[in-house]
């Protein structure tokens, strides 16, 4: 069994705790859990009771149980400001020959710090470009959010904070920064606008500048806070729901997370789940 699984055996019995699973056969699911995100028929994201870890693990339907493994990003190297300034002339993200704007697509994002405020994510009359905005920080709100934490944000909620004089406030105090290390930028907001910002405010137009947009801000919670990127299974369940708020629509997802455990071979459940 995943040495990790016996660690999460220390506690309160009924407490409901997270795991991957995968089935050996997807109609059949162990007894006492829950399946939250499925990637395919046979794999997925659970909760089951802390005390029934051992005998979901030795049922005969599964093949796998996994506990989630953190995920942090690398430590920033030294920016040379030399080399900076010479990035910033040549910042041009869309080439000349290309027509396709990403107008029908999703852009989704899994990183820290989503400036949704930022005129480079509005359209020309305002409103947002994101059709949801997941902070898996904050606890659970919303009869919708199935996870069981954090808070989606539909566009509705994001266009009716973007009317007030302080929209982040407005929006839970949410603030792009307060996820960075040093609390001075934000991240997330430098990928989003790579690719798909539309130049609103100024500076070069990122790579799809109509596609619509998804971000979810990771959580970091059990992690040692800011600038944390969750684990394996908070990690995996925003893949899921940047995919089901995507539809059929086509979607392409950057993930920003700088490293994780295991061997990278394709055989963890989360690089499993991903294909």
Not at 192 to 199: F, V, Y
Not at 213 to 232: C, I, M, P, Q, Y
């Amino acid at each position: 069994m995943d040495p990790a699984l016996w660690e999460m055996l220390d506690g309160d019995g009924e407490d409901e705790v997270e795991a991957f699973i995968r089935l050996h056969d997807g109609a059949h699911v162990p007894a006492g859990v829950r399946l939250v995100a499925r990637f395919g028929e046979t794999i997925a994201t659970c909760r089951l009771r802390r005390r029934a870890i051992e005998e979901t693990r030795a049922d005969e339907g599964c093949a796998s149980l996994k506990a989630a493994r953190l995920l942090a990003p690398d430590a920033l190297s030294p920016r040379d400001p030399a080399q900076h300034a010479s990035w910033a002339e040549e910042a041009a993200r869309r080439p000349p020959s290309v027509s396709a704007t990403g107008r029908g697509v999703i852009v989704g994002i899994v990183d820290f710090g989503a400036d949704f405020a930022h005129p480079n994510f509005r359209h020309e009359d305002g409103s947002t470009r994101l059709l949801a905005l997941w902070d898996q920080r904050r606890p659970r709100r919303g009869a919708d959010n199935r996870y069981g934490y954090g808070t989606i944000y539909t566009a509705d909620d994001i266009n009716a904070a973007l009317a007030t004089d302080d929209p982040y406030g407005a929006l839970n105090d949410y603030h792009p920064a307060d996820g960075d290390l040093d609390g001075k930028g934000a991240h997330g907001t430098h990928v989003m606008d790579i690719a798909a910002g539309n130049g609103r405010a100024g500076g070069p137009v990122g790579v799809a500048p109509e596609a619509d947009l998804v971000f979810v801000h990771l959580a970091t919670r059990g992690t040692g806070g800011r600038a944390n990127l969750g684990d394996a299974i908070t990690f995996a369940e925003a893949i899921n729901f940047i995919a089901e708020t995507a539809g059929d629509r086509p979607c392409v997802i950057n993930c920003s997370v700088g490293r994780h455990g295991g061997p990278h071979d394709g055989t963890t459940l989360v690089e499993l789940a991903l294909d």
